[in-house]
């Protein structure tokens, strides 16, 4: 499972994401992930089923742009070195691709242990 978010609270009340968001885009390049060329989904550890479950279901080309941004950032690590700064992805780029199927993947297995859980009793 997933961990708890609070992000849904925080964008549905616009005062709020507000205030976040320089702290939350300050978090973001401070990590300095972005700075190797990956985005945000390309640090979920693929150590659960759920997750190898999602990255079968990615697209071809989706997979494939995963394992090269992950073998370039492997690679800037043992050089020392970070990309230039026109290769660093964007955060416009940094989009979700991996975690909207987690999500589905989750919903899915919750979905299966309701009906596995549910009794059924015939009228009389």
Known sequence: MSAPSIANQ???RPWLKKMMMPLANW?????GYRKLGLRADDLIP???????LALKRLPQKEAYDRVF???RAFQCS?????????????PEEDTPYLSPII???????KERVDLEAMTITKKR
């Open 69 to 71: 941004r992950l073998r």
């Open 27 to 31: 978090y973001a390049n401070a990590a």
């Open 46 to 52: 693929e150590e659960s089923e759920t997750v190898l």
């Open 103 to 109: 999500a589905e993947i989750e919903a899915e297995a």
């Open 10 to 12: 925080i964008t549905k």
């Open 78 to 90: 043992l050089s020392h070195q970070l990309l230039p700064k026109e290769q660093q992805t964007k």
